[in-house]
């Protein structure tokens, strides 16, 4: 089946540090997954924070910054400089058309901590 | 705006019993979902549907059902909760049509004594 690993467990950054978060997936369908990150701020339920459906394009949303990348499989998050509200949790995710319809499938989650 | 709500939000239950985890959406997608977050496992698909009247099977089905009456509304039900569902439910809805993004309720933390 579909899988999405990424970086586990919490990454602390410090207040205007650089941040990369990897994201790996394998999809079983013939054609190209889509691939997502979502976060979840403290309290608050799962929104997007980016997409992308084309392999090779970038997505971009808060400073953050995603490439699809077909060959290595990959869809890395990237920010250039974080701040202290970034603190969150976030989900690499891919939705491939099975037999059945849209899924998504969830990576395991990582927890952003920026230090002030 | 899009908008899933979820009731209740927080839920204490014994085990043996009977717990229902409601979900409401205004978006009008077919697309509703149900998963669970743990610990180390990220969110997994328990059940989902196509639209009024449909249910599937999702990756963790054991020990859960799911009703969709209408559009709008998707339960998830648990008829003899156990320890091991303690967790947070999370619903969700989507469009294929808009490449699957998927809109999520706050949640609902459910913790089985």
């Known amino acids: 089946g579909d899988s999405v690993t990424q970086t586990e467990g919490q990454v602390t950054v410090s207040e205007s540090k650089s941040l990369i978060i990897n994201c790996t997936y394998s999809?079983?369908?013939?054609?190209?997954?889509?691939l997502f990150w979502y976060v979840r701020y403290p309290g608050e339920g799962l929104q997007l924070l980016l997409k992308?459906?084309?392999?090779?394009q970038k997505g971009s949303s808060r400073g953050f910054e995603a490439t699809y990348n077909k060959e290595a499989t990959s869809f890395h998050l990237q920010k250039a400089s974080v701040q202290e509200s970034d603190s969150a949790v976030y989900y690499c995710a891919l939705s491939d058309r099975g037999n059945m319809g849209y899924k998504l499938t969830f990576g395991t989650g990582t927890s952003l901590l920026v230090d002030p | 705006e899009a908008a899933v709500t979820q009731s209740p939000r927080n839920k204490v239950a014994v085990t043996g019993g009977k717990v229902t985890l409601s979900c409401n959406q205004t978006n009008n997608h077919n697309n509703m979902y149900w998963y669970r977050q743990d610990t180390g496992h990220g969110l997994r698909l328990i059940h989902y549907s196509y639209g009024a009247g449909s249910t599937e099977k999702g990756d963790i089905p054991d020990g859960y059902k799911a009703s969709r009456p209408s559009q709008e509304n998707f339960s998830l039900i648990l008829e003899l909760a156990t320890p091991s569902q303690t967790s947070v439910y999370f619903c969700?809805?989507?469009?294929?049509?808009?490449?699957?993004?998927?809109?999520f309720g706050e949640g609902s933390r459910l913790i089985v004594v």
């Open positions: 969700a809805s989507g469009d294929p049509l808009s490449g699957n993004t998927l809109y």
């Open positions: 992308v459906i084309t392999a090779g």
């Open positions: 999809a079983t369908s013939i054609g190209y997954p889509n």
